[in-house]
Protein backbone atom coordinates (compact mmCIF):
# COMPACT_ATOMS: atom_id res chain seq x y z
CA UNK A 1 0.00 0.00 0.00
CA UNK A 2 1.30 3.60 -0.93
CA UNK A 3 2.39 5.74 1.88
CA UNK A 4 -0.12 8.67 2.28
CA UNK A 5 1.49 12.36 1.66
CA UNK A 6 0.92 15.05 3.93
CA UNK A 7 1.70 19.02 2.94
CA UNK A 8 2.30 21.16 6.37
CA UNK A 9 3.32 24.62 5.44
CA UNK A 10 4.48 26.95 7.34
CA UNK A 11 2.33 29.98 8.37
CA UNK A 12 3.78 32.31 6.23
CA UNK A 13 3.19 29.29 3.04
CA UNK A 14 -0.74 29.03 4.15
CA UNK A 15 -1.26 33.17 4.29
CA UNK A 16 0.73 33.19 0.63
CA UNK A 17 -1.59 30.05 -0.56
CA UNK A 18 -4.46 31.55 0.37
CA UNK A 19 -3.57 35.17 -1.00
CA UNK A 20 -3.25 33.08 -4.30
CA UNK A 21 -6.34 31.14 -4.05
CA UNK A 22 -8.27 34.54 -3.36
CA UNK A 23 -6.56 36.92 -5.52
CA UNK A 24 -4.63 35.88 -8.32
CA UNK A 25 -5.35 36.53 -11.99
CA UNK A 26 -4.52 33.07 -13.57
CA UNK A 27 -7.48 30.93 -12.64
CA UNK A 28 -5.05 27.68 -13.00
CA UNK A 29 -3.23 29.25 -10.41
CA UNK A 30 -5.81 29.78 -7.70
CA UNK A 31 -7.06 26.29 -8.46
CA UNK A 32 -3.61 24.96 -7.84
CA UNK A 33 -3.28 27.00 -4.27
CA UNK A 34 -6.94 25.83 -3.70
CA UNK A 35 -5.95 22.19 -4.23
CA UNK A 36 -2.81 22.52 -2.09
CA UNK A 37 -4.75 24.20 1.13
CA UNK A 38 -7.15 21.31 0.47
CA UNK A 39 -4.20 18.62 1.33
CA UNK A 40 -2.92 20.71 4.28
CA UNK A 41 -6.45 20.86 5.78
CA UNK A 42 -5.85 16.84 5.99
CA UNK A 43 -7.55 15.84 2.68
CA UNK A 44 -5.70 13.11 0.84
CA UNK A 45 -4.56 14.69 -2.92
CA UNK A 46 -5.84 11.50 -4.52
CA UNK A 47 -9.53 12.81 -3.18
CA UNK A 48 -8.72 16.14 -3.76
CA UNK A 49 -7.99 15.24 -7.13
CA UNK A 50 -11.32 13.19 -8.12
CA UNK A 51 -13.59 14.95 -5.79
CA UNK A 52 -12.15 18.31 -4.23
CA UNK A 53 -12.07 20.52 -7.43
CA UNK A 54 -14.55 21.76 -9.77
CA UNK A 55 -13.46 19.50 -12.75
CA UNK A 56 -11.66 16.24 -11.64
CA UNK A 57 -7.73 15.64 -11.99
CA UNK A 58 -5.58 12.91 -12.31
CA UNK A 59 -4.35 12.17 -8.94
CA UNK A 60 -0.45 12.40 -10.42
CA UNK A 61 -1.27 15.73 -11.58
CA UNK A 62 -2.22 17.07 -8.13
CA UNK A 63 1.12 14.79 -6.56
CA UNK A 64 2.96 17.08 -9.33
CA UNK A 65 1.39 19.88 -8.06
CA UNK A 66 2.68 19.33 -4.57
CA UNK A 67 6.50 18.53 -5.68
CA UNK A 68 6.79 21.39 -7.48
CA UNK A 69 5.65 23.68 -4.47
CA UNK A 70 7.84 21.84 -2.30
CA UNK A 71 11.14 22.36 -4.22
CA UNK A 72 10.24 26.12 -5.49
CA UNK A 73 7.52 27.52 -3.63
CA UNK A 74 4.76 29.43 -5.46
CA UNK A 75 7.25 30.18 -8.26
CA UNK A 76 6.97 26.38 -9.27
CA UNK A 77 3.38 26.45 -10.01
CA UNK A 78 3.63 28.60 -12.60
CA UNK A 79 3.24 27.22 -16.32
CA UNK A 80 6.84 27.47 -17.55
CA UNK A 81 7.85 29.27 -20.93
CA UNK A 82 7.64 26.51 -23.74
CA UNK A 83 4.43 24.42 -22.48
CA UNK A 84 1.68 23.27 -24.28
CA UNK A 85 0.63 22.69 -28.17
CA UNK A 86 3.27 24.66 -30.62
CA UNK A 87 1.14 26.43 -33.19
CA UNK A 88 0.50 24.12 -36.68
CA UNK A 89 1.23 26.99 -38.72
CA UNK A 90 2.57 30.66 -38.93
CA UNK A 91 0.39 33.32 -40.41
CA UNK A 92 1.75 35.75 -42.61
CA UNK A 93 2.07 39.30 -42.04
Same mark, same amino acid.
Given at each position: ? *?K !? +? =???? $?? #???? #? @? #? $?? !? &? #????? =??????? /? @?????? %??S??????? %????? !??? &? /?? =? %????? =???? %???? @? @??????? +?????? *???
Amino acid at each position: M *PK !R +R =YFNP $TK #EQKA #E @L #E $TV !R &D #EHEKP =YMREKAG /A @LLKIAA %GQSPHAVALH %GLLKP !RDP &D /AI =Y %GWLDR =YEAA %GIAG @L @LVREGRG +RKPAFS *PSV
